[in-house]
């Protein structure tokens, strides 16, 4: 979970809904007729509408007056996919909170849930929203907006609130080549080499990593966590080859190595795949999944390589 303290801002802007615009207009010429027929009611009436009309511009700009975002958790998802964000608003004042929503400037907003939740005073409530993922890779999402129309829908007031926090996009689960025009060892097949030829290096343990492969003898001699790794004739599952996938384009090549780690994580099938600067595995499970989704998300796409290079 990624924890950010964010200050909040003190500047609230307001306009009028369309409800409200349609508001004033009726207000406007309630007053009119009330001074051209000069009936006492009908200008009570409206009056009073004008009276309610500002009191509750005050009491929406009010109602966003002492929030601020507490934290933000991880966001990760697929690119094109829904993208689901939680965040949690702290109240600062002494007053209940209500119709509190929120959205990412730059981001097409799917859904907001728990919006009419009430915030307490002095306490924090967690907004959840979706919305559709952009494309892969590290995003920023600069700003976020607190934005209510409590309590009558008359007005619209938000307040900006900069922040850092960051998305990782994994790339789309796409592609239609079969999995087995790319993998080294075929389902099921097991291949072992004998004795210590098997083990290859240790390197750093990695959050996530097969507990079974960390070397605890090597702990226990003060060396830290290491993770055995072996060669490719003892591993088995699917291998998984982004320089196999020759005659498509960068990305596609992402969103394919993408679908495959899904499928094998779907039927439970240990996999090793090799990206052009690393190799991962052999693993299993959704912990691992999402490690590599992380590795082929953060990769530069072939216009930053070609402009580093030059």
């Known amino acids: 979970m990624s924890w950010l303290k964010l200050k909040p801002s003190d500047r609230v802007y307001i306009i009028p809904t ?15 007729i009330g001074a051209a027929y000069q009936n006492n009611l009908v200008n009570l009436l409206g009056f009073f509408m004008l009276a309610l009309m ?16 507490s934290r933000i958790e991880n966001i990760h998802g697929f690119a094109g996919e829904t993208l689901p964000i939680s965040l949690v608003v702290k109240n600062n004042s002494r007053k209940s909170k209500v119709n509190i929503e929120f959205d990412i400037r730059g981001l097409k907003k799917s859904a907001q849930y728990d919006a009419r939740s009430e915030i307490a005073p002095a306490s924090d409530s967690r907004l959840l929203a979706t919305f559709t993922a952009p494309d892969r890779g590290r995003h920023v999402f600069s700003r976020i907006v607190l934005s209510t129309t409590a309590p009558f829908g008359l007005f619209y007031a938000w307040m900006v609130c900069p922040n850092k926090a960051e998305a990782l ?10 999995w087995t025009e790319s993998h080294g060892a075929h389902v099921g097949e097991h291949k072992r080499a004998a004795g210590a030829e098997d083990f290859k290096e240790h390197r750093s343990y990695y959050p996530g990593d097969n507990l079974r492969r960390v070397d605890w003898r090597a702990y226990s001699r003060g060396r830290g966590l290491l993770t055995k790794e072996f060669d490719e004739a003892s591993q088995t599952g699917l291998h998984f080859d982004y320089h196999r996938l020759q005659g498509i384009p960068f990305e596609t090549r992402l969103e394919q190595l993408s679908k495959w ?11 090793t795949i090799s990206l052009p600067d690393r190799r991962m595995g052999p693993d299993t499970g959704l912990v691992f999944a999402h490690r590599v989704w992380s590795e082929l998300a953060a990769l530069p796409s072939e216009s930053q390589t070609q402009s580093e290079k030059r």
């Open 169 to 178: 996009i994994y790339p789309r689960r796409v592609g239609d080549r079969n």
């Open 18 to 32: 369309k409800f409200g615009l349609a508001y004033a207009a009726g207000t406007v010429f309630m007053i009119l």
């Open 261 to 271: 780690v899904d499928l094998a994580l779907q039927k439970g099938q240990p996999f």
């Open 54 to 69: 500002f009191t509750s511009m005050f009491v929406t700009n009010y109602n966003l007056k002492g929030l601020e975002i």
